[in-house]
């Protein structure tokens, strides 16, 4: 039975027909290989592949055969996360016993199934099929911005033929307005529907469609309207012709000018795997990187498109402020000042606050600093500075990223995943299609999936938890239920009194049990996880005086609150970009760039990454933890590292799985010793029952120095407003 255009609904539809509709819809999302290494011996079958015997798990299709095999069959509607559609045919093989070609990606494999992908019948089938792709197609090639890495210019290259019988006219299509990330070249599309299919799948705003039949198909949007998906930039990467790429990348670099650097995205705390492109001293673009523990293959559209922010504000030379304001200064200069400052006053009245983007070297360096200038208020820009964090398990995601595809219950908690981590909301939206039921207590909000809102404030979920609402008993079902706490419920007045609340319910709901801990924080900063694995937090002293600070470091700190840094304090700012920050400083450091240096970041599951040099340093700007080491040095308390090999082994005695590098170590969970510790402070700061659980994130794309910096964000925020306001 041949399957066009198979669906999860259809699957489910179809699943009288054929039993394997439905297995098959679920197990595309993952490669042959790995489905071959996971399926027991009794649920695999074996077929032969050009006379070679091959094992692949039951259900699986003759296109996963064929890759498990190791024989490569040209396709371009095909994608392994995506839903069959078998409308592009490039795939054809031979079947034993099937009169014409089959397409391989909608044909379920059989036991001793024999298939050919190298036979006259299959070479002048794939060459008619790229023969009718190419009638019209135009030929942009030297001018087209997917020249280089297109899957048509490859296989047109391998499968089809040197000339063309076709002499009428080609079509032309109108190109698309899908917003400021997204350009389109309509005349190029083949129709494969990858971008439809990923709008309605993965991104879930189903704003993309294929109208009219044969010659007049176009693939647009049904009514003028632009792509508000924050995972638009994906469909860059699905189209396997130049119909969709970048719009700010458009005419800037060749693919071959390139050099790529693997490294991470700290837009959010999710540390999405990306690829860093960059020509001589400047960041072309940034493309995902496969990682099926993060990120998948996916990369939202500010981690993707905020690098043109990498450029502009930025800090070049150290500066120091005289009569005439911020004047450029030499390093010495400006050490010396900041020496000078840290050292008229005693260590109680400064304070010491890191920021969003900060890396793990340039934190632990600072804290080493301070503490030994006896300095203990070190805060974590963003709020909760005073958060238990000797129990590692309440502030991370125990389930991991990708084990939370086990959970058969969700309850998300003062959280919206879109825009904290629209990667790891696509994850979420993923379980759901196949099944999972998702609840949310807190702001309603479009997930992009459906979930029963429990209720919005603290008071709902007292009640939850006190059995006043159905969820709680489906939730106790559930083999596998997860709960979600997002970073609007850790900057409440009342966290512990919220959080008390959290980990009763996740007690009564059996949420963590033998062999599963669904207890989940997220976190909506890339540096947040970090700096309390090191204890970068306020000393105990320090959260007991009420002395205002008389000098304040901000280490990339520019959303700090405004009580934070008194009106007369002497600010040290070390950072890249002039942001919110810069403009209060007495004395500017300029540090670097994610791009810039390499650094390690932890993600909101406790997974320790780092991210790689891809530019040189701009200016005279330094490596963040080397300017540390510089200061102390002048400052006359010298830490005792000169490489960063050195400082790498500093964190790894502070905090010994920052020597574990992309792995995650489980965390003990000790929930009771977690309740006891906070039980005191929820009764000082009583519960605000009426306050709504609310996301802290009100702009998705500006929410730090960089994003605020780029233009193609800017653009983001009008035709955002714009589009509202037409909605309105």
Same mark, same amino acid.
């Given at each position: 039975m041949v399957l066009t255009g198979l669906s999860r609904r259809a699957a489910v539809s179809l699943g009288q027909l054929w039993p394997g509709a439905q297995e098959?819809?679920?197990?595309?999302?993952?490669?042959?290989?790995?489905?071959?290494?996971?399926?027991?011996?009794?649920?695999?079958?074996?077929?032969?592949?050009?006379?070679?015997?091959?094992?692949?798990?039951?259900? /699986?299709?003759?296109?996963?055969?064929?890759?498990?095999?190791?024989?490569?069959?040209?396709?371009?509607?095909?994608?392994?996360?995506?839903?069959?559609?078998?409308?592009?045919?490039?795939?054809?093989?031979?079947?034993?016993?099937?009169?014409?070609?089959?397409?391989?990606?909608?044909?379920?494999?059989?036991?001793?199934?024999?298939?050919?992908?190298?036979?006259?019948?299959?070479?002048?089938?794939?060459? %008619?099929?790229?023969?009718?792709?190419?009638?019209?197609?135009?030929?942009?090639?030297?001018?087209?911005?997917?020249?280089?890495?297109?899957? *048509?210019?490859?296989?047109?290259?391998?499968? %089809?033929?040197?000339?063309?019988?076709?002499?009428?006219?080609?079509?032309?299509?109108?190109?698309?307005?899908?917003?400021?990330?997204?350009?389109?070249?309509?005349?190029?599309?083949?129709?494969?529907?990858?971008?439809? !299919?990923?709008?309605?799948?993965?991104?879930?705003?189903?704003?993309?469609?294929?109208?009219?039949?044969?010659?007049? /198909?176009?693939?647009?949007?049904?009514?003028?309207?632009?792509?508000?998906?924050? *995972?638009?930039?994906?469909?860059?990467?699905?189209?396997?012709? %130049?119909?969709?790429?970048?719009?700010?990348?458009?005419?800037?670099? !060749?693919?071959?000018?390139?050099?790529?650097?693997?490294?991470?995205?700290?837009?959010?705390?999710?540390?999405?795997?990306?690829?860093?492109?960059?020509?001589?001293?400047?960041?072309? !673009?940034?493309?995902?990187?496969?990682?099926?523990?993060?990120?998948?293959?996916?990369?939202?559209?500010?981690?993707?498109?905020?690098?043109?922010?990498?450029?502009?504000?930025?800090?070049?030379?150290?500066?120091?402020?005289?009569?005439? %304001?911020?004047?450029?200064?030499?390093?010495?200069?400006?050490?010396?000042?900041?020496?000078?400052?840290?050292?008229?006053?005693?260590?109680?009245?400064?304070?010491?606050?890191?920021?969003?983007?900060?890396?793990?070297? /340039?934190?632990?360096?600072?804290?080493?600093?301070?503490?030994?200038?006896?300095?203990?208020?070190?805060?974590?820009?963003?709020?909760?500075?005073?958060?238990?964090?000797d129990v590692r398990s309440t502030y991370t995601a125990n389930t991991t990223v990708a084990g939370l595809e086990q959970a058969d219950m969700i309850l998300l908690i003062g959280t919206n995943p879109r825009w904290e981590s629209p990667v790891f909301n696509a994850r979420i939206r993923k379980i759901f299609l196949d099944g999972t039921k998702v609840g949310l207590v807190g702001a309603p909000v479009d997930l992009t999936y459906k979930y029963e809102h429990v209720g919005s404030d603290p008071a709902a979920l007292a009640a939850l938890a006190a059995g006043q609402h159905p969820f709680l008993e489906s939730l106790k079902k559930a083999v596998r239920p997860a709960v979600v706490v997002g970073p609007g419920v850790l900057r409440r007045g009342d966290r512990e009194a919220v959080m008390k609340a959290v980990h009763d319910l996740c007690a009564k709901a059996g949420v963590v049990k033998e062999g599963w801990n669904g207890f989940n924080v997220i976190h909506d900063t890339a540096s947040r996880v970090a700096a309390l694995d090191m204890g970068f937090a306020p000393s105990v002293a320090a959260r007991a005086s009420k002395a205002p600070a008389k000098v304040v470091y901000l280490l990339g700190a520019d959303d700090w609150e405004e009580a934070e840094v008194p009106a007369d304090a002497f600010v040290i700012y070390q950072g890249h970009h002039g942001d919110r920050g810069a403009s209060r400083a007495n004395v500017i450091l300029p540090g670097a760039a994610y791009t810039e240096k390499s650094g390690l970041y932890v993600n909101f599951e406790g997974r320790v990454q780092q991210t790689r040099t891809a530019v040189p340093v701009l200016g005279n700007a330094r490596e963040d933890w080397r300017i540390v080491r510089a200061l102390s040095e002048v400052v006359g308390k010298r830490l005792p590292y000169d490489d960063h090999a050195a400082v790498r082994a500093r964190l790894a005695e502070v905090a010994p799985h920052f020597a574990n590098i992309n792995s995650v170590e489980t965390p003990v969970w000790l929930n009771g010793e977690y309740v006891k510790g906070v039980e005191q402070l929820a009764k000082e700061a009583p519960v605000q029952a009426s306050v709504p659980l609310a996301s802290t994130i009100e702009n998705f794309y500006m929410t730090d120095a960089i994003s605020r910096a780029s233009r193609t964000m800017a653009k983001c925020v009008l035709a955002k407003q714009q589009t509202q306001a037409k909605s309105a």
């Open positions: 098959l819809s679920r197990t595309i999302t993952t490669s042959a290989g790995a489905l071959q290494q996971a399926a027991p011996p009794s649920d695999q079958i074996e077929v032969f592949v050009n006379d070679q015997p091959v094992k692949i798990p039951k259900n /699986s299709s003759v296109l996963q055969a064929c890759d498990a095999a190791g024989i490569d069959v040209p396709r371009f509607c095909y994608h392994q996360r995506l839903s069959i559609a078998g409308n592009c045919r490039m795939c054809l093989v031979e079947v034993e016993k099937v009169p014409k070609p089959v397409a391989s990606c909608a044909m379920p494999a059989g036991p001793g199934m024999k298939i050919k992908t190298e036979t006259p019948m299959v070479k002048k089938a794939r060459e %008619g099929v790229m023969e009718f792709l190419l009638i019209n197609h135009p030929l942009d090639c030297p001018i087209c911005d997917q020249g280089g890495e297109c899957d *048509l210019q490859d296989q047109a290259m391998i499968y %089809g033929s040197d000339r063309s019988r076709f002499s009428e006219t080609k079509r032309a299509v109108e190109d698309k307005n899908l917003g400021p990330l997204v350009k389109t070249v309509m005349n190029r599309c083949i129709h494969c529907t990858r971008c439809v !299919r990923f709008a309605s799948q993965v991104a879930g705003t189903e704003e993309l469609g294929v109208t009219g039949r044969g010659r007049d /198909s176009e693939v647009g949007t049904y009514v003028e309207k632009l792509m508000t998906s924050e *995972l638009s930039g994906n469909v860059v990467d699905l189209c396997p012709v %130049g119909a969709l790429t970048s719009k700010p990348y458009a005419f800037t670099a !060749r693919s071959w000018e390139l050099k790529g650097t693997e490294s991470i995205d700290v837009s959010d705390a999710l540390g999405a795997n990306i690829r860093v492109d960059s020509r001589g001293t400047e960041v072309m !673009r940034i493309l995902p990187r496969l990682n099926e523990a993060v990120n998948e293959e996916w990369l939202s559209d500010k981690g993707r498109y905020q690098y043109d922010g990498l450029k502009r504000q930025r800090l070049d030379q150290p500066m120091v402020k005289g009569a005439n %304001g911020l004047e450029t200064a030499t390093w010495s200069d400006a050490l010396s000042a900041a020496a000078a400052a840290l050292s008229s006053v005693p260590a109680a009245q400064v304070k010491a606050i890191a920021g969003k983007l900060a890396d793990a070297e /340039s934190m632990v360096a600072l804290m080493d600093l301070m503490r030994r200038l006896g300095v203990g208020n070190l805060v974590h820009e963003g709020g909760f500075a005073d958060m238990p964090s």
